[in-house]
């Protein structure tokens, strides 16, 4: 079945390798831990998540990359959506303990590639669906 | 926090969007709120409107403190 | 549906001039013909094979995956269907086993990697890999290759390895040491064989979100599934097979896809106090549409079944607890009573919540181990592999790797450590 494109669908990333402007996307700083809170302020207004937050087997501070897909609340409906807010919790706890533990840092430039396309190709299957995949820049 | 002011025997009203949570935890005396950014309020209407909402939600979190309960009361 | 196991039991590895179990046990390996088969593959720049056995102070890093030497000897098809030969059904006739050695595939896909095996030490205690005897294939991709490609080549060269060394010793004339049997008929003369025997059926989570995170079934990318009934038997014959090398504590092997646990223990008891009705497959993709889906249909399933107890495994951590929960819930609902088997990531204490996800429902959970455990393992004497990349492994940080050779790690990064099909060396007792 085809999607129609969804108006109300954002991707809120900081992928560099979507592509800069692209329709529908969202960029923030602050690595994972910033497109987090950006999903918090989002989730809290109503939004939910189409995509579960935890995608990959890494703890989401192991990976410089996240790339979350939201859809916003219909009509005048802002109420915060429980499935989504427990997901957005669990997923800050699990970013806390990621920094209190010391993940991440410096990988270089090779491993920082592969977890950009990495990210790509998690997130593939998904943005596909909602008609947000394109082919990204290499 | 609400459970240990409680327990000092000051009773305590929970202003808070999430009532399902706010159940969980144990708070006695519960007003549902506006939304998470703005609990007391809301951006999207006038001035006079969003002043009346917000003194409406403090005369009821008000009358709640003065209201006796014997179980957890969303209000 | 009937398939005799044949295993023969292998007790030693070792290069020789032709690939065959010799009478002492030892697995002979023909390298150069190995490497050539192999090596027909374009899409390797280098393929190098090396020798570990149980005991070696040796060190195999990054781990992709584990396979089990197996091949067909009679009945249809070939193991590992879809993914080298046909997809005719399997399950059913014989397999010949070559019990007690691996194929273990190690190499750089991505810049940062996954999966440790200590041969011997503190390490080889977690690892269910440090006491098989292993036949270890470390790839280099051509420049520029595209990583869907690379990662396929890698995947397939392992069941390559795996199906040539067990067809070799078989045709040079190696014999089972034992035979096991497993026989399960369809469900109605299930039903009638032994109606008063609770119906149980196995919910076997796949992981499935994308590039190295992948399961295959017949070939098929398993994302694509929708929730379906597989013959235990068919797991024995490869008919499940890994593309997922993320993270290495608990991705389920090929090698624990040939030796579900849960299967094993599900047959042993089954006549005796269950029935052992089925084996339902669902997938744990990315998106909550497919999730719900998926889960939707699961548990249908097992109400078309009759099932009045589920047994349900996960595999992964995050977004897969979210599957499992799911299920759970879904299941327990709709009268049918579960048990959950998963691993936690409980920080290093063991003290925070373990799964990303939970209902009241879960109340029966067996763990497989705390994930985020620390282990220090020792310096080791050999590297086959590439270590550079060990503080960017999950499981491993920064300062992980020690000028002197040894690894601080969170058991997330042994192979195996906490597979939560519980094929694991580690265990609890009740005090």
């Not at chain 3, 396979?67 to 399950?91: A, L, Q, S």
């Not at chain 3, 026989?183 to 039903?191: A, F, Q």
């Not at chain 3, 002197?404 to 969170?410: A, F, K, R, T």
Request: proline share 5%.
């Amino acid at each position: 079945m085809i999607q129609k494109t969804a108006s109300h669908v954002i991707c809120v990333t900081n992928n560099p390798d979507w592509g800069p402007g692209r329709d529908g996307f969202e960029y923030v700083d602050g690595g994972p831990w910033g497109v987090f809170k950006r999903a918090r302020d989002l989730v809290h207004g109503g939004w939910r998540f189409l995509a579960h937050p935890l995608y990959g087997n890494f703890n989401p501070m192991r990976h410089p990359y996240r790339t979350l897909l939201l859809e916003s609340p219909s009509g005048g409906d802002r109420s915060v959506d429980m499935e989504s807010f427990s997901m957005l919790e669990a997923a800050l706890e699990s970013c806390r303990a990621g920094m209190a533990k010391n993940y991440g840092g410096e990988s270089g430039e090779a491993a920082r590639r592969d977890f950009a396309k990495l990210d790509c190709e998690l997130m593939r299957d998904a943005l596909n669906r909602y008609c947000l995949w394109a082919p990204v820049i290499s | 926090m609400v459970k240990e002011i409680e327990r000092y025997g000051l009773p305590i009203v929970h202003i808070c969007t999430i009532v399902p949570i706010s159940l969980t935890v144990g708070a006695n005396r519960i007003v549902p709120a506006i939304a998470i950014p703005h609990p007391l309020g809301d951006p999207t209407k006038t001035p006079e409107e969003e002043y009346a909402m917000r003194r409406a939600i403090v005369e009821k979190a008000l009358s709640a403190l003065q209201t006796p309960i014997t179980e957890q009361t969303v209000f | 549906m009937r398939l005799e196991l044949h295993r023969a039991r292998v007790k030693g590895i070792r290069w020789g001039s032709a690939t065959a179990l010799a009478g002492d046990g030892v697995l002979q390996v023909n390298r150069d013909e190995l490497l050539a088969l192999i090596r027909e593959d374009g899409r390797f720049a280098g393929v190098d094979a090396d020798l570990a056995s149980p005991g070696d102070r040796v060190r195999i890093v990054p781990v992709k995956d584990v396979v089990e030497p197996r091949c067909k000897i009679e009945g249809d098809g070939e193991v590992f269907p879809g993914m080298i030969g046909d997809v005719e059904t399997v399950g059913q006739g014989k397999t010949f086993v070559l019990d007690g050695a691996a194929v273990v595939t190690c190499g750089k896909i991505v810049g940062f990697q996954e999966g440790i095996i200590d041969m011997s030490g503190v390490g080889a205690e977690y690892t269910p890999y440090s006491v098989t005897f292993n036949l270890v294939l470390i790839f280099r991709p051509v420049d520029g290759i595209e990583i869907y490609e690379y990662e396929q080549a890698c995947r397939l060269a392992g069941l390559k390895a795996a199906l040539y060394l067990a067809r070799s010793a078989h045709e040079s004339g190696a014999a089972a040491d034992r035979v096991e049997t497993f026989e399960l008929p369809s469900v109605p003369e299930l039903l009638s064989a032994y109606p008063k025997l609770p119906r149980v059926a196995y919910l076997y989570q796949l992981q499935t979100q994308g590039l190295l995170h992948d399961t295959y079934v017949y070939g098929l990318d398993a994302k694509r599934l929708i929730a379906t009934i597989i013959h235990p038997n068919e797991t024995m014959d490869g008919a499940i097979v890994s593309g997922n090398c993320v993270s290495s504590c608990d991705k389920n092997s090929t090698f624990t896809h040939q030796n579900n646990p849960v299967i094993s223990a599900l047959y042993a008891r089954h006549g005796v106090d269950l029935n052992f009705v089925g084996v339902i497959i669902s997938n744990e993709n990315v998106t909550l549409i497919d999730k719900r889906r998926s889960s939707a249909y699961a548990v249908k399933l097992a109400r078309i079944l009759g099932i009045e107890g589920l047994v349900i495994s996960e595999e992964g951590f995050g977004n897969p607890d979210a599957d499992l929960i799911m299920n759970c819930h879904r299941a327990e609902i709709a009268g049918i009573r579960t048990v959950l088997i998963t691993d936690e990531y409980a920080g290093r204490d063991g003290a925070s919540q373990s799964l990303a996800d939970a209902t009241k429902e879960a109340d029966a959970v067996v763990s497989c181990g705390n994930a985020n455990m620390i282990v220090e393992l020792p310096k080791m004497d050999r590297v086959i592999g590439y270590t550079d990349y060990v503080d960017v492994i999950a499981g491993g940080f920064s300062g992980s790797l020690r000028a002197d050779g040894s690894i601080e790690v969170e058991l997330q990064a042994i192979t195996g450590a906490t597979c939560e099909l519980g094929f694991t060396r580690m265990g609890a007792k009740t005090l």
